[in-house]
């Protein structure tokens, strides 16, 4: 790894070491569960995931916009954001 970054003219990182924290950071930006992320990078402890996910500025700034959404309405099916259409026929 090491050799292939010094090819490149990359700065050294600790080899493979980067692979990892760079398959849980996508993992994670792409709203993998942690749960799976842990799963998949072979860790018997969940801090251990925490300490390798690390999120873009994007991602985090993504996460705050969740908040910006409207919540749907008591009713509303889907995520839309559109209220239910309303019936219109006279039948009373």
Do not use: W
């Amino acid at each position: 790894m090491q050799r292939a970054q010094a090819r490149a003219g990359l700065p050294l990182t600790s080899g493979v070491h980067i692979l990892r924290h760079t398959f849980c950071s996508h993992l994670a930006m792409h709203g993998a569960p942690v749960r799976a992320i842990q799963e998949l990078a072979g860790h018997a402890d969940l801090s251990t995931t925490m300490r390798y996910m690390h999120l873009s500025p994007a991602s985090l700034n993504q996460a705050i916009r969740l908040l910006e959404q409207r919540p749907p309405l008591r009713g509303e099916k889907g995520e839309s954001g559109t209220p239910p259409q309303e019936n219109t026929s006279n039948s009373h």
